[in-house]
């Protein structure tokens, strides 16, 4: 945050711990939080008032729950935890916070960063869906985000497995993206994706507004899809159920005055069941990326027929015919002999050819797709 003259604001170090400390004040719900800085000016006041003082702000449990957590946690701490993995803390009033989350009704108080936000993650996008994605809901996602990323658009998910993990794929393939997590950096999800977390922020930014070692929780995850909302000028549903996180993202994005794109999905689908929804009333339907590109009308992008596919592979005969048959959609060996009238046991050697090349990709169920979306 800048002063009135443009010159970057100098934060001292007992108002940033004090910044700390409030954001990680679990009872501290936003308003409180405004009522408590409307009340008192300044984050250090705030956490060197008594318990009487903060009382006749908000009330008398409310102050005493808060002067308990005031003085259960250790800024030092957690500077020292973030400094020690590479990250750093931001503030509201530190240089490089987000605007766009400053102009939110319940900023955080403190983002935890590791990684690196750059002035081009203001063009951004997020991609976000269901844990249980199908192999074409894992497959659009990846295709969508490596499209978008290869165009100079960060993509923007939560790096939960699924469609957002794929989402993540499909842009570190080409270009940006940043993940938003639901617990403290320190303690991420899932249980083993603290790799995966440090090559995103190799190649983009994990932020959290939680406590370093943070777990998990029924409410941590909803609530920081309002931080995915907010860094993104449209958000794309990729599967999701009629019950799901990525609905909530995509409300956030509404009140925010977003773009609300979906993907559909088959009517028999589950997991789809969400996102048709949303394209029922009103979102954008979404069949490929100049969708998203041409309601956007980002400057200096291309789209339409300027978009940049992936040479195909020179096929001929048998490997051409079952190649053509693949697409979007996974098929068994089964169905590309029977729609390429290929006996069987030549589409299983073909198949076979083709995945060793790298030309196509055998899902988990047994399916076929073309690899890198063809």
């Known amino acids: 945050m800048g002063t009135k003259d443009g010159a970057p604001r100098i934060v001292s170090v007992e108002r940033k711990h004090a910044w700390i400390v409030l954001n990680a004040a679990a009872s501290l719900t936003p308003k409180r939080r ?60 530190d240089e490089g916070y987000p605007e766009v989350l400053r102009d939110l009704p319940d900023p955080p108080l403190a983002l935890y960063v590791l990684g690196e936000l750059c002035p081009e993650d203001a063009r951004g996008i997020a991609i976000v869906g269901t844990r249980r994605a199908t192999s074409y809901g894992r497959l659009v996602a990846r295709k969508l985000a490596a499209e978008l990323a290869s165009r100079g658009v960060t993509v923007v998910s939560g790096m939960a497995p699924g469609i957002d993990t794929a989402a993540h794929r499909g842009a570190l393939d080409a270009g940006r993206t940043v993940a938003v997590l ?21 190649r983009g930014a994990v932020l959290s507004e939680y406590p370093w070692e943070t777990p998990g929780s029924k409410w941590t995850f909803p609530k920081r899809n309002r931080i995915i909302a907010a860094l993104s000028l449209g958000v794309v549903i990729v599967e999701a159920p009629e019950r799901s996180g990525a609905l909530i993202t995509a409300d956030f994005a509404l009140e925010q005055g977003k773009e609300v794109f979906a993907v559909p999905g088959p009517i028999t689908s ?105």
Do not use: H, W
């Open 270 to 374: 589950e997991v789809s069941r969400g996102a048709n929804r949303l394209i029922q009333d009103g979102a954008k339907l979404v069949m490929g990326v100049e969708d998203i590109l041409a309601e956007l009308r980002f400057p200096g992008l291309r789209i339409g027929s300027e978009r940049e596919a992936e040479e195909e592979p020179k096929l001929s005969g048998e490997a051409r015919a079952v190649y053509e048959v693949l697409g979007g959609e996974p098929l068994s060996a089964e169905e590309v002999a029977e729609r390429t009238g290929l006996p069987y046991a030549t589409v299983a050697r073909v198949l076979l050819e083709l995945s060793l090349a790298g030309i196509v990709e055998e899902t988990p169920g047994g399916r076929y797709l073309r690899s890198r979306f063809g």
């Open 182 to 202: 639901g617990t403290g950096l320190g303690n991420p999800y899932p249980a083993g994706a603290r790799s995966f977390m440090e090559e995103i922020a190799s």
């Open 34 to 93: 405004r009522a408590l800085l409307e009340a008192f000016g300044d984050p250090v006041t705030i956490c060197t008032a008594s318990e009487a003082e903060l009382a006749a702000v908000i009330g008398e449990g409310a102050a005493r729950r808060l002067v308990e957590e005031i003085g259960g946690i250790d800024p030092v701490r957690e500077v020292s935890l973030a400094e020690g993995a590479g990250a750093t803390i931001l503030t509201l009033e």
